[in-house]
């Protein structure tokens, strides 16, 4: 329609002035000049047509706004009957829009390990801490508002989000879907400004933990600032960076955080040594960033605003983590104090409910958001052509999600997705890690062993076909052994690219994806998963081709949806989460040297659960190829 509309109104225009005897250039340049205008209508026209098109989406669109929740919060439920009212407090005045602030110069978040002998910064930033822990519970700046903030969102405290002025009946999560990274980037930003105020100090900003990183000595430790001095530095004080925060202390400096975490192994005081956790967690970062190429892989799905997020088990609910989601859950356990008996409530960072009430968790988070940039930066490295570019979602329901928080000034501000995707413009960026960022990078897992394929040629123990297909929309379990299935494959389509980000089939990302995988809330839930490695086990190598990724599954206070209508909170240990469950295959199965896409593959899942946990199963409802 725009190229009819063009071409019909540049054949009614004349060409210059006929009856004048321009010849040559002056001909020449008035053509030029009409040709320009005729560029700018045609560029005001394709823009308007734009702005059309994105005003019927917007119409149609369905964006979570988090506007006005506060009127519509509930406690929350934890375990043993207890509650929490994690509800935010009423603003004092009108509810502003978010700005971009002046910035006048990048404020840089830099490395905790870097900066724990830091006196001034740690002294600092405890005294922050200090002044924001006295706030009366009342000012939305107190530091327990500021974990309230956390908890209310991911525990679903909030009935809903309005559509049409009307609130809808399925309460608010930010977790498991595209609204993850965005909003803990808000958090972090309106979190760190308060901290700032509080000293006076607009430049101050948070630490971040730079667990990835396996160059730097202490890098990947609970970073010091953060636990007691050992030995104690006089001159520094930190107590309200850890004051009041339940944490495993085993895993304490000089522990280094495994990603591989083994809680068995650890209860039996068995670590690993340093070369294996190095290359346990250069694979797995390598797995859960380099290897999630597309939006949806790295950020999460699209927020599902038709279905129940919350723990009441909605059938029809599909949520997905991305892989910044999974592998920083990891991270959450590795602090908390989970099944400690000794702290039965779990009150810490492997719930999520209690996650911020450690001062860490800010300092977790950071790095989170730093791996988002560095997520937007990597080449492809990934897909069969090699040529695609990483980027966030142009989904005008991602872009207008909004959601409130409380800033410096006690205001509360509604922010939108859309302002969070540059750290520049919020004046924010990270002290450059790309060395340390380089190990995960570039890491390549070691060959596979024992290779499956290779005993093809030789005598072939077993092949895909001796192993059950999954069962669609059956209940398939997975208990506390490893399960293999077979999975049929076929090669991508045209049919395939569409409401994906790409344009080329050899641009597309080959997946694995568990449906509806039936959580119970309360209970932590990991498991590993290998392709054409039928025997993978307990005692499998993380760092070998044949691994594809974790899921891991954080337990977190629960609000059933009776609550929705009675407003009082259950606790209930029967409640599920039902989420998709998505691992990368496509660069895996070429460096097992399988080609072709018509060769059928095992998938198997090692389930590691908690001992307590040893007798339950957890069910999912199929396992297919898909592309993304
Ligand atoms: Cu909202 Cu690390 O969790």
């Given at each position: ?17 006929s ?5 040559g ?30 005003l ?17 919060c ?39 390990h870097e900066?724990a ?9 405890n ?24 908890c ?6 909030f ?23 965005p ?19 607009p430049?101050?900003?948070l ?22 001095y ?41 670590i690993?040594t ?40 909605n ?30 409530d ?5 719930v999520?409910?209690y996650?911020?009430?450690d001062?860490?968790f ?17 080449p ?16 005008v ?26 750290n ?22 070691k ?64 997946g ?7 959580i ?28 594809v ?46 080609e ?6 095992t ?13 339950r ?12």
């Amino acid at each position: 329609m725009q190229f009819h509309w063009l071409a019909t109104s540049m054949s009614s225009v004349k060409m210059g002035d006929s009856s004048s005897r321009q010849q040559g250039w002056g001909r020449i340049s008035a053509m030029v000049l009409q040709t320009r205008r005729r560029l700018k209508w045609a560029s005001y026209l394709c823009s308007t047509v734009l702005a059309l098109q994105y005003l019927m989406q917007s119409a149609e669109a369905e964006p979570v706004l988090g506007t006005s929740l506060f009127r519509q919060c509930r406690p929350v439920a934890l375990a043993n009957n207890k509650t929490e009212d994690c509800c935010l407090p009423e603003p004092e005045r009108e509810p502003i829009m978010f700005k971009f602030p002046e910035v006048k110069k990048m404020l840089v978040r830099r490395p905790a390990h870097e900066l724990a002998n830091d006196v001034e910064y740690v002294n600092k930033y405890n005294l922050a801490y200090k002044r924001m822990k006295e706030l009366p519970r009342d000012d939305p700046r107190s530091f327990l508002r500021q974990w309230h903030v956390h908890c209310a969102f991911c525990v679903e405290a909030f009935l809903s989000r309005y559509l049409n002025g009307t609130p809808t009946p399925y309460s608010l999560q930010l977790h498991y879907s595209w609204t993850f990274l965005p909003w803990h980037r808000m958090m972090l930003y309106y979190h760190e400004r308060i901290l700032g105020s509080l000293i006076n100090d607009p430049e101050f900003t948070l630490p971040f933990w730079n667990w990835d990183n396996q160059l730097d000595a202490g890098a990947a430790q609970m970073p010091q600032m953060f636990v007691p001095y050992n030995p104690p530095n006089p001159a520094i004080e930190n107590f309200y960076l850890y004051e009041g925060a339940i944490r495993d202390q085993n895993h304490y400096p000089p522990r280094v955080m495994t990603l591989n975490f083994k809680p068995a192994e650890d209860k039996a005081g068995i670590i690993p040594t340093p070369e294996e956790i190095r290359d346990a967690n250069l694979c797995m970062v390598w797995n859960m960033v380099v290897n999630k190429v597309s939006a949806e892989e790295y950020l999460g799905v699209k927020y599902n605003t038709s279905a129940d997020l919350s723990a009441a088990g909605n059938a029809n609910a599909s949520a997905e983590s991305g892989g910044s989601e999974i592998l920083h859950n990891t991270a959450h356990e590795w602090v908390g104090n989970l099944n400690n008996p000794a702290f039965p409530d779990n009150e810490d960072m492997g719930v999520f409910t209690y996650s911020g009430r450690d001062p860490l968790f800010y300092s977790h988070h950071g790095n989170v958001d730093r791996l988002w940039d560095v997520w937007q930066t990597l080449p492809d490295g990934v897909t069969v052509d090699g040529t695609r570019t990483r980027k966030e979602f142009d989904d005008v329901d991602f872009l207008e999600t909004e959601f409130t928080f409380f800033d410096e000034n006690k205001d509360m501000v509604r922010m939108k997705v859309k302002d969070t995707l540059s750290n520049a413009k919020l004046g924010i960026m990270y002290q450059d890690m790309s060395e340390a960022d380089s190990l995960w990078i570039n890491h390549k897992p070691k060959a596979s062993k024992p290779s499956f394929r290779a005993s093809e040629q030789t005598q072939m123990s077993s092949t895909p076909d001796d192993y059950p297909e999954v069962v669609a929309n059956a209940n398939n379990t997975i208990g506390s052994t490893p399960v293999c299935f077979k999975l049929h494959r076929r090669a991508p389509t045209k049919a395939d690219l569409k409401g994906t980000q790409v344009k080329h089939i050899g641009e597309l990302s080959e997946g694995v994806v568990m449906e509806k995988v039936k959580i119970p809330e309360m209970m932590y839930v990991r498991f590993d998963v290998y392709v054409d490695f039928p025997s993978a086990n307990l005692d499998s190598d993380m760092d070998q081709s044949d691994y594809v990724g974790t899921f891991t599954h954080l337990p977190s206070g629960v609000a059933s949806m009776e609550s929705v209508t009675s407003q009082i909170p259950v606790a209930n240990e029967n409640l599920y989460r039902e989420l998709n469950v998505r691992f990368t295959t496509g660069l895996a199965l070429r460096r097992l040297g399988i080609e072709d896409y018509s060769t059928d593959i095992t998938v198997t899942i090692v389930p590691r659960f908690r001992d307590h946990d040893a007798n339950r199963t957890i069910t999912f409802s199929n396992l297919k190829q898909e592309f993304l």
